[in-house]
Nanobody, 113 residues
């Protein structure tokens, strides 16, 4: 199993980024997937979760700003992030919340104020 996140970078507060995460070695279309982030010195937290048929839930801190989507044909989940804030800083990962796999390297998001 491999979870490869990409798309992070440095962005100014108020800006946008779209992250991607490709999952290999799993039956992706049947798997609930989630995005997580880990800020420096803080525990990893889930920011968005999506069922296999596309129903999403979000952490309160990102509701209205982040949108998760998935393409089952490409075994890929996306996280569109808008109105980014400095507190959105962190390494972002994808994983399956109810059957977690080994964590990938994640992708770093840095929001400058």
């Amino acid at each position: 199993v491999q979870l490869q996140a990409s798309g992070g970078g440095l962005v100014q507060a108020g800006g946008s980024l779209t992250l991607s995460c490709v999952a290999s070695g799993i039956i992706f279309s049947h798997t609930i997937m989630a995005w997580y982030r880990q800020a420096p010195g803080k525990p990893r937290e889930m920011v968005a979760r999506m069922t296999s048929d596309g129903v999403a839930n979000y952490a309160d801190s990102v509701t209205g700003r982040f949108t998760m989507s998935r393409d089952n044909a490409k075994s890929t989940v996306y996280l569109q992030m808008k109105s980014l804030k400095p507190e959105d800083d962190g390494v972002y990962y994808c994983n399956a919340p109810f059957a977690p796999f080994a964590w990938g390297q994640g992708t770093l998001v840095t929001v400058s104020s």
